[in-house]
């Protein structure tokens, strides 16, 4: 089984940065779209961002402009650069991959807390 794994969580003050990345593990299929998602207590998942192997992001209106999505297809990875935060972005956040074979793996998720 293909295995997806996050980091790169932790805590920030508002108007700060943080870097999440994701790692796909290889196996029979390939890669075809990681997207990162959110959960805050009470809520419901949300996505946040994703990007295609043709590599053009989408981006919850949220986050547009505080937030960059980008992939490195050699290495199967994504990251989520995260710039300022608020609380409201407080949440676990999720990486879903997509691969060929429409299987969709979701990672164990990593927590981001903004607090002053």
């Known amino acids: 089984a293909q295995l997806v794994e996050e980091s790169g969580g932790g805590s920030a003050q508002p108007g700060g940065s943080l870097t999440l990345s994701c790692n796909a593990s290889?196996?029979?299929?390939?890669?075809?779209?990681m997207a990162w998602y959110r959960q805050a207590p009470g809520t419901q998942r949300e996505l946040v961002a994703d990007i295609g192997d043709g590599g053009r992001p989408y981006y919850a209106d949220s986050v547009k402009g505080r937030f960059t999505i980008d992939r490195d297809n050699g290495k199967n990875s994504v990251y989520l650069r995260m710039s300022s935060l608020r609380p409201e972005d407080t949440a676990t956040y999720y990486c879903g991959v997509r691969f060929y074979n429409n299987e969709i793996v979701w990672g164990q998720g990593t927590q981001v807390i903004v607090s002053s």
């Open positions: 290889p196996g029979k299929y390939r890669v075809i779209n």
